[in-house]
């Protein structure tokens, strides 16, 4: 009985083996299929498929920058991707504003995203997301949620920042600019959001778990956005294997973390907390205010939305004034070397604004943005659209284009947002510089985020010269991004620190 027993398990576990060599040998099938397969004889879609344009581009955003350049409406079309992408202004206020309920999210980006944002706010549509939007607007128009958070970034500045920095000048030592950053974004988030001090910047100390497996969510959650079918990252999740395996251990140490944070956050009590978590737990008539996966959801949007934008549009600002000295020497006068930096302060600053506007109109954080018509539509320039198709605008391209910015384009001159005798900034349209959205998803941090950036860029600029170094720092170097949510540079940003 039992030789015949053993027999039979025997035979079960080979039946098992096999059909996992199958499943594993028509997955491999598949992914061939997808790399090779002429999806489309045409010139573009054979360049996606190949990589080819790695050759003449550093950046994929290079490449459809240049795409649309030469394309006379503006917009061009990625057969293999089933992608429309544009860099019309035309066409994004339409699709943000003026026709603004045929182009939501949709079901297949919330399904890209799904298993990292939730039902977060940059991941729905419809009621969910007008509830969410409606209780973000009012904790981040509130005088007191704003007052509170600057405090906080002002003292993350002078307690952490600039010693950081300072410790750095004094050794000689060379820092990666990028890490520092994402640090300082990191606690400032938190401490923001959460009421809560990871203490990431200290240099000595390594990053946040939650910080690290947010990162690798992050990037193989876009990895799945890149592929030419979602055919080949489905099948990768069922079978728990290569990126999909990897992405789900992230996720459930970010689902941990957050637990463990909510968990605290309820602990120390949250009724007469300012924190926008707190805030939110507090909702009278919110029934989903003390569901955890809700407040989940949440937690993962604010560090989306407040970390890894911040420290990205930082990190490539810092490039522009390595580059050009002159720019961090009129930032400097500007700021006045006595004046303390208050609320009012920067909210005075024109040029620093405009030189803020100026790098995120050349390196935009989000360089991206897809959504998904939910009917078959015309665009402006007279494109046509497919139902439940995908259309992608692009603020990096936005930003290269001629036709926005003149002949100019590629050249870092804040002065292009200056106006009038006394050099006031003048905010562009929103759908030629889509940086923070436009239309009914506007941005609602967008403030917060630019007092922040300004905070630390004068508090910088007015104790330190920054010098990008190495092969970063030669002439003509362009940054290389990897793939993300939102835009970092491969390998960091090196770079040596002298005191002024």
Not at 95 to 108: A, D, H, I, V
Not at 149 to 161: D, F, Q, S
Not at 287 to 303: G, H, T
């Amino acid at each position: 009985m039992d030789a015949m027993e053993l027999s039979w398990g025997a035979r079960c576990a080979g039946l098992a083996f096999f059909v996992l060599s199958v499943l594993v040998v028509a997955l491999a099938a598949v992914l061939l299929l997808v790399r090779r397969w002429p999806w489309c004889s045409c010139h573009v879609c054979r360049t996606y498929l190949t990589g080819s344009w790695a050759k003449d581009f550093t950046n994929l955003g290079d490449w459809y920058a240049h795409l649309l350049r030469e394309s006379p409406t503006g917009t061009v079309h990625i057969h293999v991707l089933g992608c429309t992408v544009t860099a019309n202004p035309a066409n994004v206020e339409y699709m943000l504003k003026t026709n603004f309920e045929n182009f939501p999210k949709g079901k297949r980006f919330s399904a890209l995203l799904g298993d990292l944002l939730g039902g977060g706010i940059f991941n729905v549509d419809g009621d969910a997301w007008r509830h969410q939007r409606k209780m973000a607007s009012l904790e981040l128009g509130s005088v007191t949620v704003r007052s509170y958070a600057y405090k906080i970034v002002a003292h993350e500045v002078e307690t952490r920042l600039l010693p950081v920095l300072a410790d750095a000048a004094d050794k000689g030592k060379v820092v990666d600019l990028q890490d520092v950053f994402r640090r300082f974004a990191f606690d400032t988030i938190c401490k923001i959001s959460f009421g809560l001090d990871p203490g990431c910047l200290d240099l000595d100390m390594p990053m946040s778990d939650l910080a690290n497996a947010f990162d690798t969510a992050s990037r193989l959650s876009a990895m799945r956005g890149a592929a030419a079918s979602p055919l080949v990252w489905k099948m990768k999740r069922m079978l728990n294997i290569g990126s999909e395996r990897e992405l789900k251990k992230a996720i459930k140490l970010v689902d941990d973390l957050a637990s463990a944070m909510i968990l605290q956050r309820r602990k120390l009590g949250f009724e007469n907390s300012h924190d926008l978590l707190s805030r939110f737990m507090a909702s009278d008539g919110d029934v989903q205010a003390m569901d955890d996966k809700y407040l989940r959801d949440i937690v993962v949007s604010f560090l989306l939305a407040g970390r890894d934008t911040v420290a990205s549009a930082l990190t490539t600002l810092f490039i522009h004034l390595s580059k050009n000295p002159e720019v961090a020497a009129a930032i400097r006068a500007e700021a006045g070397g006595d004046k303390p930096s208050t609320y009012q302060h920067l909210k005075s600053l024109q040029y620093t604004h405009a030189v803020l506007y100026e790098n995120m109109r050349l390196f935009p954080p989000v360089q991206f943005d897809s959504k998904f018509s939910a009917a078959a539509d015309v665009l402006p320039d007279g494109t046509y659209v497919e139902g439940d198709s995908r259309v992608m605008y692009h603020p990096y391209a936005m930003g290269r284009m001629p036709s926005i910015w003149g002949a100019d384009h590629e050249a870092f001159r804040p002065d292009r947002w200056l106006t009038g005798p006394g050099g006031s900034f003048a905010p562009p349209s929103l759908y030629k510089y889509p940086v923070f959205q436009a239309g009914l998803r506007v941005c609602l941090g967008k403030e917060l985020a630019v007092t922040e950036m300004k905070a630390v860029s004068v508090a910088v600029v007015r104790a330190f010269d920054v010098e990008v170094v190495g092969e970063n720092g030669r002439s003509g170097w362009a940054p290389r991004f990897v793939a993300g949510l939102t835009a970092s540079i491969s390998g960091g940003l090196p770079v040596r620190i002298k005191r002024i």
